[in-house]
């Protein structure tokens, strides 16, 4: 009785063990992963910088290294991209709802068939017309 008494406090001991290394040990992978996202933070900082650097040493027409220089066009692209990409979104933003004479059916793939009444497309297996509701053949 006194032996599993025994077995039981060390099993109990253990867990608590466990549970204090593992807690440890998250909590020193913590205190690195801040350290680490402070480096990324300074080094996207420092590349930035160095873009701007580049960037400027090839607006004013400077020779640099070809490695370099093709930094400097690639990042002179990317603005142009950057730019298009949100005035994209500012287009798609834009854009008004415009309600449609079948709001479904143009989503549909596959067979479609034409409504006798209205001519909305829809599924060839619709058996109601999805804009104007007339029964389909
Ligand atoms: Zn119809």
Redesign the pocket.
């Known amino acids: 009785m006194q032996d599993m008494f025994d077995n039981a406090k060390r099993a109990a001991g253990a867990m608590v063990g466990r549970a204090a290394w593992e807690a440890e040990k998250t909590q020193r992978i913590g205190a690195i992963q801040r350290e680490l996202g402070l480096l990324q933070r300074e080094r996207a900082a420092l590349l930035d910088q160095l873009a701007g650097a580049v960037s400027d040493l090839s607006r004013r027409g400077e020779a640099m290294p070809p490695a370099l220089k093709a930094i400097a066009d690639r990042l002179a692209a990317m603005e142009d991209e950057v730019k298009r990409a949100q005035s994209a979104i500012q287009t798609i933003q834009a854009e008004k709802y415009q309600p449609t004479a079948a709001p479904y059916a143009v989503s549909v793939a596959g067979p479609e068939k034409a409504?006798p009444?209205?001519?909305?497309r829809m599924p060839s297996s619709a058996r109601f017309?999805s804009?104007?509701?007339?029964r389909l053949a």
């Open positions: 409504c009444t209205c001519g909305a017309c804009a104007c509701g007339a």
